[in-house]
Structure formats: C-alpha cells, structure tokens
C-alpha cells in the first residue's frame, strides 16, 4: 500500500460526515460506524514516512507525517472515533453524527500534519466542527457556552497564526520542527497550542464548555482537543523547562475545584485539565522516559476519561440528571455501568493493574530521574488529589451516595458495549502495557511493576482513600451543594460581557448621538441662514447625505440589541477583532 | 426492576470494610521487604502512605477554602 492513503485518512472522515447528510437510518449507522473502521485497516498497512505532497505558491506543503511521535497520536483518535462511533448510534441526530466524524477527521489531520498551514487549517475546523458538539444540545445555556468556547478557540487560532507567519517570514520554511521558546513569533505559537492544551490560566473555557455538550458529544471532545496539543507540545516545546511547572501547577489546581464542583461532567473536566497536566510536565522534562511517558500517558487517559464521559453520559441519558446534589444509588439499578465507571476510576487514579498507572508512573520516574524533586512532589500530591475526585467522588456521587430514589434502566446496548471495549482496554493496558510500550516514540526500557513501585503507589492511593473515608464518616467532607465555582472565565463572561462592556457601549451610544444632532441639526440649521435658492438646495443635499446616517442609527440599534443579548461571546469577538489588526500590523 | 443491592447489608459492608484495613496493614507490612529509592533523601518508612493521606486531608481542606471564597449561586451568570 502507498504512504499517500496516510494523507487522505481526514479527508476519509469528511467524505463520510457529507455521506451522512443522506436521510436514511441504516445507512446512517453503517457510515457512522464503517469510516472509522475502514481507516484503523487503512491505518495498520501505512508505512511511517512523508506523504501528500503539494505545491503551495511556491510552499511544500505535507498532509500527512507518521512517524514515531505522531503514530501512537492517529492510532488512539482511530480507535477512539470508533468507540465514539459506537456509544453514538442510537440516536439518529445528524447534526451531532456529521460533526462528530469531521472533528475526529480534523484532529487526525492536526496530528498528521507535516507543514504549518496544513495544522493551522486542520486546527481551526477541529474548532468549527467540536463547537456543533454543543450547539446540538440545543439548550440556551448550550447556546452561549458554544459561542463563547467558539470565540475563545478563534483567539487561540488567531495567536497560533500570528506565530506561523512570523515564523514563515524567517525562512525556516513551513516544516513543523523544535522551537525554542524565545522571541514574538514562538511564544504565540506556544500560546496557541497551550489554550487548545487548557494550560492555566487559558484553561476556563474547557470546563465552561464540555458539560454544556451532548451527551456523545462530551465523549468525542474529551479526547481530541486537548490531546492533539500535548502532541504538538511534544513536537515543538519538547523539553521546554516553563512546560514543567506550567504542567505541574496545572495538576494541581483543578483538584480543588474538582473536589467541590456539582456538575459530574465538569468534576471530569477539571480532571482532563489535571491530567493533560501530567502530560505537559512529562513533555517539559523532555527525556526519552519523559516523552515516552507523555505519550502513553496520553494515550491511556484518552480511553479510561473517554469511559468516565460515557458512564456519566449514560446516566444523564437514562435520568436527565448530571448533579450530585440530584443523584446516588442509581448502581441498584445500572449496575453495569456503574462497574465500568470503576474501572474507568480506578484507571485514572492510577491503581496497579490499571491502564494510568504503567503510563503515569513514567512520567514521575522521569522526574526522579532528573532530580526534579518539586515537580515530583507536585506530581505526587496531585496524585493523590486525582483519587480524591475522580476516583472516589464521580463513582460514589453517581451511582452510591445518598439513594434518591432514582430507578433508571441500563443505558442502550451500543453504550454499554462501547463502554465494556473501554473498560477492556483499561484493564488489558494495565496488565499487559508491552503492546503500548512497543508503539511509543523511543525504545522503552522501563518496568512498571516492580515492588517499589506498587507498594508506594498503593500506600499513596489507599491511604489518600482512608483519608476521604474518615473525613467523610466524621462529616467534614464539603457537602453536595446546588452552587457553582467562581474560575477565571468570570473575566470574560462578568467583568468583560456583563460590566465593561456595557459602560463602553453606552459611552459610544452618548457620542454617537452627540455627533448626530450636532451634525444634523446644527448644519441644516445653519444652512438655512444663507440667502435665497442657494439654501433650498444645499439643504436637499445635505439631508441626501445625513441619509446613511440615519440607517447607521437604525443599524446600531440593531447592533445594540444583539450586543445586549449576548454580551459576554461578541466581547469576545470584539478581542478577536482587535487580535487580528495587531496581526495586521505585525 | 430487579434491583442488585450487596451494599445494603450491614454484613457486606462490615466485610468490605475489615478487608480494606487488612490492604492497608499488609501495604504497610510488605514495605519492609521494599528495596529502597536512593535518589529520594526524603523517603522515610511509610512516607507515600503519610503523604497519601496528609495531601488528601490538604486538598479536601483546600477545596473548603475555596468554596468559603468563590462560591456563587447556580444562575449567577444568568439561567
């Protein structure tokens, strides 16, 4: 087989995304399912190297570039766009199946890419496409959560545009290699990846976003966005020191949101930003066992958070509800998937036997090795911080708890088996990770089981455990409460949409208005004092000429109205704009 | 519906409970014959499992903390 089917493996998915806006049922669920499947096949037979070629005034671009850091990237988005695929077919909502396979589309393009303006366009339909993922919940607080992830992930895709053509300009050519981080043009570029990457404090968007999508829809972008960054940090910022610590307080700060959020989906939001936290810490130390690490970590968390997002999904499929404070006890009844979101937990939180904890564990080595003893102490905690929410919190809230006499079915049988492929997974990796190990950037010469290892691991887990057990018995673990967190898109939802922007809306309207009547009125008025014919005629022309005037009011009432309503995404757009003249000018 | 409910009975959950201190003990017991880290200079007898559970008891307080701060009602930015 030829190297170029590698290159046309995104366009595969779009090709499939248009055949699904043909009406009929079965066919659906046959392209649905089929195009990922056919590209895992396509995908076994390629050979690594560069191919699809092309001549772009004068650029080389390539589509695609398998090699070691991008093959284990492709083959985790494959087999996670057909986990997605399955857990979706139920239903029958085009919107969602059609943007759901172009994104995956997107992201594999992201990671195939070989040249700059190839990820800058892969990169921004991965935007377009996720936002559908939510707007398809058609809910108004969907409606403006999608706007605003919209708005913010354009200014990410503005910054890493910025970057590229200044790094174009320096005739290094389009080829995406190793940046130092110094000068304009790399820190934008590492600004973009690090806002699809929700390196704090670009972080807020992500947990303002996901629990707003559908219920497939959280699945699918749980794993592309974000992940697709960690492999473009790897690729760029590889060894990168500010990556580190950037990486370790990202571990760290989620914890305590997480372990005081309400919304289950957002408790495994906070928790996708503490361990793409992991991942970018591995990719700052940027040693073989520390890329390595990143990788598998990746590729680990991507299956066991994409299971947490399909058992909470399922449950507020069956229930309608995603609370804390609204559900418990439903494991009586959905006791499958209530072991599977175990599994899933217990993979997250890194038990031995576990699919995180033969990735996780190469990470933390990794900074034991290079006397990184702050960042491994960071590590360690949020270790442990990760039991607290993700391990104990989401199980226990879900499907124990406090019985509120929920009685609700087991999920459809696509769900279920999507989730046992998942939870499979998660056990088979953590028992047999060689088959991980031998996909990974470089030759691996690392044990994960060895006695110090799984006794310090299990002290650290279980008695973090015992720790929650006795503070919960004594009652002085946080209650469910109906309430929400304060995090930093306040900035861009309060202080910018529902403070700032007012106050300049109102001084541009008394301006505005000020400028009319004295233009107006105070130019006719005058015209008027002159002699004879001349003024009957230079009055007509100058009411000719305040005509678009009086359009621009009825427009900027208009304006004003729309402004009004949804303030918090056009302030957003308003930065945007004034992104891009700075680009203008640069 | 039928109704799967092991939790329930007082005996499973005495059960569940004797056997996860008798995990912990043996954790902390198999640590003797645990070949040590040398490039930790901190790592003491049960370090990971006194870390384990200081940072737990840290980051349930912590997360107290920050609710005492920033917590806000459900509609704050509006329904």
Known sequence: MGNNLAALLPFLFYAGSIGLLIRYKTWQKVVLLGIPILSIFIFFFLHKGVSGQLNFFGYALNISRLDSLSYPFVLIFLIMSILGSIYSLHHTDRLQHCSSLAYAGSAIGVVLAGDWFTLYVFWELMAIFSTFLILARRTEGARKAAFRYFSVHVLGGLLLLGGILMEVKTAKGLQIGHLDLKGLSSWLIFLGIALNGAIPPLHAWLKDAYPEATVTGAVFMSAFTTKSAVYLMARVFAGTELLIWLGAIMTILPVFYAEVENDLRRVLSYSIINQVGFMMCGVGIGTQLAINGAVSHAFCHIIYKALLFMSTGAVLHVTGRIRCTELGGVYKTMPITALFCMIAAASISAFPLFSGFVSKSMIISASENERLIIAWLMLQFASAGVIAHAGIKVPFFAFFGHDRGLRAKEPPINMLFSMGVAAFLCVFLGVYPKPLYQILPYPVDYVPYTGHHVISQGQLLLFAILAFYLMLKAGVYPPELKAINLDLDWFYRRLLGGYLLPWLLRLIELISSWAYRVISVGLTRSLCLLPNRLPNLLVGLCLGLLRPFSIYERLKKELLDTLLKEPSSISMALAVVGIFLLWILL | ?79
């Not at chain 2, 499973?12 to 004797?18: A, F, L, N, Q």
């Not at chain 2, 006194?50 to 307080?61: E, K, L, R, T």
């Open chain 2, 1 to 79: 519906m039928r109704e799967f409910d092991p939790f329930s009975s007082k005996k499973v959950r005495r059960i569940g409970t004797v056997l996860f201190y008798l995990l912990l003990f043996s954790l902390l017991f198999f640590e003797f014959f645990m070949e040590k880290h040398p490039l930790l200079p901190f790592e003491r007898y049960a370090f990971f499992a006194a870390f384990g559970f200081v940072s737990c008891v840290f980051v349930i307080y912590g997360a107290k903390i920050l609710r005492y701060f920033l917590k806000r009602k459900e509609d704050y930015y509006g329904k």
